[in-house]
């Protein structure tokens, strides 16, 4: 009885044995398999199908740089718009300095003038040159020389 009990206990371990090795034979073989798929999908990704046609790695980084290009570029405007927009209020500014300068009644004027009103005047030096011209015609003043201030090509 006890060589019986001794056999079947060698079977059982035979038997568990050939369970673990047949699972990591399995195991084994089922992640070359993942291996290999996932080098063939990751190949496929990067490599170019044919000469005529870029991979599908080479598309996406060229729409991405095509877009930051284009954000870049958003931001670049926006940054020298706001410069220009700051050295164009600075221009009326001292076109208004100017004018204020010539005579004090124009300068008291204009802090006066809504701001719609001495905005459009700032837009053309013409006008606030008239404005001074009779503004200085009723003092007694000189006119002051306003020559037109040359604007940028804006898009």
Request: hydrophobic share 45%.
């Amino acid at each position: 009885m006890i060589v019986a009990a001794l056999v079947f206990s060698a079977c059982q371990i035979l038997v568990c044995l050939g369970f673990c090795i047949a699972i990591r034979i399995y195991v084994d073989r089922k992640a070359r398999e993942w291996r290999q798929s996932i080098e063939d999908l990751v190949r496929s990704f990067v490599e170019a199908p044919d000469e005529k046609t870029p991979s599908p790695l080479a598309v996406l980084m060229d729409q991405g740089a095509t877009l930051l290009a284009a954000r870049l570029m958003q931001q670049l405007k926006a940054m020298l718009a706001g410069v220009e927009s700051g050295l164009s209020k600075q221009e009326s500014t001292e076109l208004l300095a100017n004018a204020a300068n010539g005579s004090p009644f124009l300068g008291m004027l204009a802090g006066i003038l809504p701001k719609r009103i001495r905005a459009g005047l700032m837009k053309n030096p013409q006008m606030i040159g008239a404005l001074a011209n009779l503004v200085n015609r009723d003092n007694g003043h000189q006119a002051i020389d306003t020559e037109p201030v040359r604007r940028r090509h804006r898009d």
